[in-house]
RNA sequence: GGGUGCUUAGCUCAGCGGUAGAGCGCUGCCCUUACAAGGCAGAUGUCGUAGGUUCGACCCCUACAGCACCCACCA
């Protein structure tokens, strides 16, 4: 016997790790089709959050799904090393040691990143395991944690250094002097994406820079790198300064002397139509300065400090104590002209927050625009699909317009460069060292220091995690893989990677579909973070947790008072009694249901207690069904006489609309629409309906309309868990254990059952049409009984006309509570009527005649007006001709059908004005 | 500057060239042995604005407004 109502922490765990332990989770060799999904690898040092949880729920579905259908399922899983995001961790650790990452040298520092990552890899995909994922957990695990791949362990790097060496010796991969995002704190080149531009009000300076009887006054934000200039800029057709192009001005504080160029990109509105050109520190005034031969100045350090270029008086200066030094002797001098607040879009780094300096370093780069063409061809021939379609052409935008891709990076955790240095400084690239020292043997080499942007290993994971370079089989299987699920955020970053990677390499894309996810938000919209307080752990969802649980964690970490107490108001007034435990499988019902095309995602707990009542619902269900079944004759003898009343037959061709729903629904990705189907199936339809009336045949019916009440009663439980199990594996994983033997089903896991299949041939239209007058009678006598506030216990009699079936009877019996009369004319009283179809009913009762002429002259303004509307319409000329006849068949049906039943009510009428 | 998405009930969102929908919330009545995490009944909308196409527009087209996001080198 079930519970009363179902307990999710009871069943949840238990069933996990007997899935796990019986290895339903990996592929299975043989003829079927392969089904592969890869997972975004989350970074080993993060937690779960919403977003993780929402995209996990849609790939388990889709992976359960599939796997029931029969297809070799492989979810494809792993880590990521997360290059910058997990040093700096480690580094913030050992600050709080009062060390830093030099203070242990390089090699110590690695050491000590390793331990972390072991003691914090483990963390997401325990959470991983609490949603349910059905991942294949020991494939590409070399490291034997069952958590799949890490992007650094020995496979993978393996594939890396293969990927950098043929890039090379293709000549796609070169090393040169560029200027490059650089973060000053963390000290190493960014990529042009991990940049942040943001609007800031900031200060615009104007300087005046003298000449031989003339000046010059430019425009900057970033007085500074003055410091650094190499020439002035006009327009070449901007007659103010034609005469002054060639000659050379002062440049103050520095003794130098710079030229006065023309170049096109000066627009001559701005200001005064004078740009300063500091090649060494702005990218524009990079490309300026290269079209006029000026070798360009860096005038800072690597840590943002001003260096020897600039005279000695500024030498050392942090960049923003340069900047008031500059201003101030400018000042002095008289040639600081004006200083106004000005709106500038500030460079920051994505990582640290710190304003991104553009620097002159050595960096790595790979060159993407013959990379990109490929990429570019398999989406306009669709051979690769985005989901929703509109992000292919964000895809295509930014391929079109690629720019080389930084991907040295000055850090110590990442896949170290293959490429070494001989003493003259000449560059060898190799896969190890010993080969490098085979070829060349008895030279002495010094590795560059440098490692890998973290999105290079990413980029291989498509075939890495599937053995490349060597050849293995599951290449041929399992690439392409069936779908990417990923944010619109890693379009660029990953996404478009992975494709030019895989093409280049492979000959193969990466995958075939890519479905790109909502973004998680709040309720009210707003984007979920710390400082809001509005982050949601989908573990807490799961669980549950008080209020001051919730107060406590939430505020743990935060430095600022104020966002303490803006976080404290925000839980205070959302989760006053904190969160109550839902359960994995109503999470991840919640997820599917708002899981439409739209671009975001607000997360409504009321949605998810709604969700939980489902499965409640579903759970009690299940405990009505097994009362009445169990133990019982459910005619799994095939031989027993079954008699199946058209209920019976009505309920089981819903079910079979409702597994082509949602079939189709996972063939478009419209987890919503699945969703909604089986709730609507579940709750609305077999619970409000066929369930109570289960319980009349089961009283009232002979013995072979038991038996078919029980058999429907069965099966279409067992085949409804079946359908829902994507979306919420646990509890329709407990329930089918006992379901499923009465319904003749054997099996060890639902999991490995096949899924059901719509037949079209046991839709019954028939049965469907008398089931749909039988609830009209049922909800007109209702609403009556609602009306004229009968108690609902009281049974009543109904007079019926229009000689209702068997099945609007036994309906109107047990699910509205009457006895039914069946007369050729309605009895003459003043009791309320209604009208369905080609019936009359009407509670036999005592009413207030004035109340019911009220009613009735609603109903009739209400079928008034919409003859009104509907005859306008037939009485277009246009609209009869053009219109599709059966459009225009359809109308005339309803004007019919309005006035046959206006005819009624008014009669009725008449009869109560009497 | 270029691009994308959104605007439908109090809230969060589906939707379709032919009768405006769901969940939550709200109102009323019910603890009826599957379920009060429930049952039954009910109220609520100039479908952002203005034009156009069409017999017919919430839906298609154009413009505009508001909101959100992405990309981009204006000092």
Same mark, same amino acid.
């Given at each position: 016997?079930?519970?009363?109502?179902?307990?999710?922490?009871?069943?949840?765990?238990?069933?996990?790790?007997?899935?796990?332990?019986?290895?339903?989770?990996?592929?299975?060799?043989?003829?079927?089709?392969?089904?592969?999904?890869?997972?975004?690898?989350?970074?080993?040092?993060?937690?779960?959050?919403?977003?993780?949880?929402?995209?996990? $729920?849609?790939?388990?579905?889709?992976?359960?799904?599939?796997?029931?259908?029969?297809?070799?399922?492989?979810?494809?899983?792993?880590?990521?090393?997360?290059?910058?995001?997990?040093?700096?961790?480690?580094?913030?650790?050992?600050?709080?040691?009062?060390?830093?990452?030099?203070?242990?040298?390089?090699?110590?520092?690695?050491?000590?990143?390793?331990?972390?990552?072991?003691?914090?890899?483990?963390?997401?995909?325990?959470?991983?395991?609490?949603?349910?994922?059905?991942?294949?957990?020991?494939? @590409?695990?070399?490291?034997?944690?069952?958590?799949?791949?890490?992007?650094?362990?020995?496979?993978?790097?393996?594939?890396?250094?293969?990927?950098?060496?043929?890039?090379?010796?293709?000549?796609?991969?070169?090393?040169?002097?560029?200027?490059?995002?650089?973060?000053?704190?963390?000290?190493?080149?960014?990529?042009?994406?991990?940049?942040? $531009?943001?609007?800031?009000?900031?200060?615009?300076?104007?300087?005046?820079?003298?000449?031989?009887?003339?000046?010059?006054?430019?425009? $900057?934000?970033?007085?500074?790198?003055?410091?650094?200039?190499?020439?002035? @800029?006009?327009?070449?057709?901007?007659?103010?300064?034609?005469?002054?192009?060639?000659?050379?001005?002062?440049?103050?504080?520095?003794?130098?002397?710079?030229?006065?160029?023309?170049?096109?990109?000066?627009?001559?509105?701005?200001?005064?139509?004078?740009?300063?050109?500091?090649?060494?520190?702005?990218?524009?005034?990079?490309?300026?300065?290269?079209?006029?031969?000026? +070798?360009?100045?860096?005038?800072?350090?690597?840590?943002?400090?001003?260096?020897?270029?600039?005279?000695?008086?500024?030498?050392?200066?942090?960049?923003?104590?340069?900047?008031?030094?500059?201003?101030?002797?400018?000042?002095?001098?008289?040639?600081?002209?004006?200083?106004?607040?000005?709106?500038?879009?500030?460079?920051?780094?994505?990582?640290?927050?710190?304003?991104?300096?553009?620097?002159?370093?050595?960096?790595?780069?790979?060159?993407?625009?013959?990379?990109?063409?490929?990429?570019?061809?398999?989406?306009?021939?669709?051979?690769?699909?985005?989901?929703?379609?509109?992000?292919?052409?964000?895809?295509?935008?930014?391929?079109?317009?690629?720019?080389?891709?930084?991907?040295?990076?000055?850090?110590?955790?990442?896949?170290?460069?293959?490429?070494?240095?001989?003493?003259?400084?000449?560059?060898?690239?190799?896969?190890?060292?010993?080969?490098?020292?085979?070829?060349?043997?008895?030279?002495?080499?010094?590795?560059?220091?440098?490692?890998?942007?973290?999105?290079?290993?990413?980029?291989?994971?498509?075939?890495?995690?599937?053995?490349?370079?060597?050849?293995?089989?599951?290449?041929?299987?399992?690439?392409?893989?069936?779908?990417?699920?990923?944010?619109?955020?890693?379009?660029?970053?990953?996404?478009?990677?992975?494709?030019?990677?895989?093409?280049?390499?492979?000959?193969?894309?990466?995958?075939?579909?890519?479905?790109?996810?909502?973004?998680?938000?709040?309720?009210?919209?707003?984007?979920?973070?710390?400082?809001?307080?509005?982050?949601?752990?989908?573990?807490?969802?799961?669980?549950?947790?008080?209020?001051?649980?919730?107060?406590?964690?939430?505020?743990?970490?935060?430095?600022?008072?104020?966002?303490?107490?803006?976080?404290?108001?925000?839980?205070?007034?959302?989760?006053?009694?904190?969160?109550?435990?839902?359960?994995?499988?109503?999470?991840?019902?919640?997820?599917?249901?708002?899981?439409?095309?739209?671009?975001?995602?607000?997360?409504?707990?009321?949605?998810?207690?709604?969700?939980?009542?489902?499965?409640?619902?579903?759970?009690?269900?299940?405990?009505?069904?097994?009362?009445?079944?169990?133990?019982?004759?459910?005619?799994?003898?095939?031989?027993?006489?079954?008699?199946?009343?058209?209920?019976?037959?009505?309920?089981?061709?819903?079910?079979?609309?409702?597994?082509?729903?949602?079939?189709?629904?996972?063939?478009?990705?419209?987890?919503?629409?699945?969703?909604?189907?089986?709730?609507?199936?579940?709750?609305?339809?077999?619970?409000?309906?066929?369930?109570?009336?289960?319980?009349?045949?089961? @009283?009232?019916?002979?013995?072979?309309?038991?038996?078919?009440?029980?058999?429907?009663?069965?099966?279409?439980?067992?085949?409804?868990?079946?359908?829902?199990?994507?979306?919420?594996?646990?509890?329709?994983?407990?329930?089918?254990?006992?379901?499923?033997?009465?319904?003749?089903?054997?099996?060890?896991?639902?999991?490995?059952?096949?899924?059901?299949?719509?037949?079209?041939?046991?839709?019954?239209? /028939?049965?469907?049409?008398?089931? +749909?007058?039988?609830?009209?009678?049922?909800?007109?006598?209702?609403? !009556?009984?609602?009306?004229?506030?009968?108690?609902?216990?009281?049974?009543?009699?109904?007079?019926?006309?229009?000689?209702?079936?068997?099945?609007?009877?036994?309906?109107?019996?047990?699910?509205?509570?009457?006895?039914?009369?069946?007369?050729?004319?309605?009895?003459?009283?003043?009791?309320?009527?209604?009208?369905?179809?080609?019936?009359?009913?009407?509670?036999?009762?005592?009413?207030?005649?004035?109340?019911?002429?009220?009613?009735?002259?609603?109903?009739?303004?209400?079928?008034?007006?919409?003859?009104?509307?509907?005859?306008?319409?037939?009485?277009?000329?246009?609209?009869?001709?053009?219109?599709?006849?059966?459009?225009?068949?359809?109308?005339?049906?309803?004007? /019919?059908?309005?006035? /046959?039943?206006?005819?009624?009510?008014? @009669?009725? !009428?008449?009869?109560?004005?009497?």
């Amino acid at each position: 016997m079930l519970d009363k109502s179902f307990d999710p922490a009871a069943i949840e765990q238990r069933w996990y790790q007997r899935w796990e332990s019986a290895g339903h989770f990996s592929a299975r060799d043989g003829e079927t089709p392969a089904y592969c999904i890869q997972l975004p690898p989350p970074n080993v040092t993060g937690t779960l959050h919403m977003g993780h949880a929402f995209q996990q $729920t849609l790939m388990d579905a889709l992976i359960r799904y599939h796997r029931m259908r029969g297809f070799n399922t492989n979810w494809v899983v792993g880590t990521d090393h997360a290059g910058i995001a997990t040093q700096i961790v480690v580094e913030r650790q050992l600050e709080e040691e009062g060390k830093s990452r030099h203070d242990l040298g390089r090699e110590k520092f690695i050491e000590r990143v390793w331990q972390w990552k072991q003691q914090s890899g483990a963390t997401i995909t325990r959470q991983m395991r609490r949603l349910g994922t059905s991942a294949n957990w020991t494939y @590409a695990d070399t490291e034997g944690q069952k958590a799949g791949y890490f992007t650094m362990d020995a496979a993978m790097s393996r594939a890396v250094v293969e990927v950098f060496v043929r890039l090379y010796e293709e000549g796609l991969i070169y090393r040169g002097k560029r200027l490059v995002n650089w973060d000053p704190v963390l000290g190493t080149a960014v990529s042009d994406l991990e940049v942040d $531009t943001e609007e800031e009000d900031g200060r615009i300076w104007e300087l005046r820079y003298p000449g031989e009887g003339f000046s010059m006054v430019v425009a $900057t934000t970033r007085p500074e790198t003055m410091l650094g200039d190499v020439a002035v @800029a006009v327009h070449p057709d901007d007659d103010r300064y034609r005469a002054v192009v060639g000659k050379r001005v002062q440049l103050p504080l520095t003794g130098r002397t710079i030229p006065v160029i023309a170049d096109e990109y000066v627009d001559p509105a701005f200001g005064t139509g004078c740009v300063k050109i500091t090649p060494g520190h702005d990218f524009n005034d990079y490309q300026v300065g290269r079209r006029h031969q000026l +070798e360009p100045i860096s005038m800072l350090r690597l840590d943002a400090h001003v260096n020897d270029n600039a005279p000695q008086k500024y030498r050392g200066l942090e960049r923003f104590e340069a900047r008031r030094q500059v201003l101030a002797d400018l000042t002095a001098q008289g040639l600081l002209v004006s200083d106004k607040p000005y709106k500038l879009r500030v460079p920051r780094s994505g990582r640290t927050g710190v304003i991104v300096e553009p620097m002159l370093t050595d960096q790595w780069f790979v060159k993407m625009e013959g990379l990109a063409k490929p990429a570019l061809d398999a989406a306009a021939s669709g051979e690769l699909k985005f989901y929703p379609e509109h992000w292919t052409t964000t895809y295509r935008q930014w391929l079109e317009n690629i720019q080389d891709w930084c991907i040295s990076r000055q850090l110590w955790w990442g896949h170290q460069i293959p490429a070494w240095y001989d003493d003259a400084g000449n560059v060898y690239v190799a896969r190890s060292e010993e080969e490098l020292k085979k070829k060349h043997p008895g030279k002495a080499f010094r590795r560059d220091p440098d490692v890998l942007d973290t999105w290079f290993s990413s980029a291989l994971v498509p075939f890495s995690s599937l053995g490349w370079p060597q050849k293995t089989k599951d290449q041929d299987v399992f690439l392409p893989s069936s779908v990417l699920v990923t944010g619109f955020d890693i379009i660029f970053f990953w996404v478009a990677r992975m494709v030019m990677m895989s093409l280049h390499f492979t000959g193969k894309l990466p995958f075939r579909d890519v479905y790109i996810n909502a973004i998680v938000r709040d309720a009210e919209g707003e984007k979920m973070s710390k400082s809001k307080g509005n982050t949601l752990d989908p573990l807490d969802l799961i669980d549950g947790i008080t209020f001051d649980a919730l107060a406590k964690k939430s505020t743990v970490g935060l430095l600022k008072a104020e966002h303490r107490q803006k976080v404290q108001g925000y839980i205070k007034a959302h989760f006053p009694n904190g969160i109550p435990a839902f359960g994995t499988d109503a999470l991840r019902f919640t997820f599917a249901s708002l899981a439409s095309f739209s671009r975001t995602l607000n997360f409504d707990l009321g949605r998810c207690e709604g969700y939980r009542n489902f499965c409640n619902k579903l759970w009690n269900a299940t405990r009505f069904v097994l009362m009445n079944t169990e133990g019982k004759d459910c005619a799994l003898d095939e031989k027993a006489p079954v008699e199946l009343s058209t209920w019976d037959r009505w309920i089981v061709s819903l079910l079979q609309r409702t597994e082509a729903e949602v079939e189709q629904a996972f063939a478009e990705y419209r987890f919503d629409n699945a969703a909604a189907a089986i709730y609507r199936f579940v709750w609305d339809e077999y619970c409000d309906w066929y369930l109570e009336i289960a319980k009349d045949q089961l @009283a009232k019916g002979s013995e072979a309309v038991q038996r078919g009440t029980r058999r429907t009663l069965v099966r279409v439980l067992e085949t409804s868990l079946r359908l829902a199990h994507p979306i919420i594996p646990f509890i329709t994983e407990e329930l089918w254990q006992s379901v499923a033997p009465l319904a003749g089903k054997k099996g060890e896991s639902i999991m490995l059952a096949p899924y059901p299949k719509s037949q079209p041939e046991r839709i019954d239209t /028939a049965a469907e049409a008398e089931v +749909e007058t039988a609830k009209a009678v049922v909800n007109a006598t209702r609403n !009556l009984r609602s009306a004229m506030k009968i108690p609902p216990k009281e049974r009543i009699t109904l007079f019926l006309t229009g000689k209702p079936s068997a099945t609007t009877l036994a309906a109107t019996i047990s699910l509205a509570r009457s006895e039914p009369k069946l007369v050729d004319e309605l009895p003459d009283t003043g009791s309320p009527v209604a009208v369905v179809g080609a019936h009359r009913l009407m509670p036999h009762i005592e009413i207030d005649p004035a109340k019911e002429r009220e009613r009735l002259n609603k109903e009739l303004s209400r079928l008034t007006n919409e003859i009104g509307k509907a005859k306008a319409q037939l009485g277009n000329a246009s609209f009869v001709e053009r219109a599709p006849a059966a459009v225009v068949e359809q109308m005339r049906e309803r004007v /019919a059908g309005f006035e /046959a039943t206006l005819a009624k009510v008014s @009669a009725q !009428l008449q009869k109560l004005s009497q």
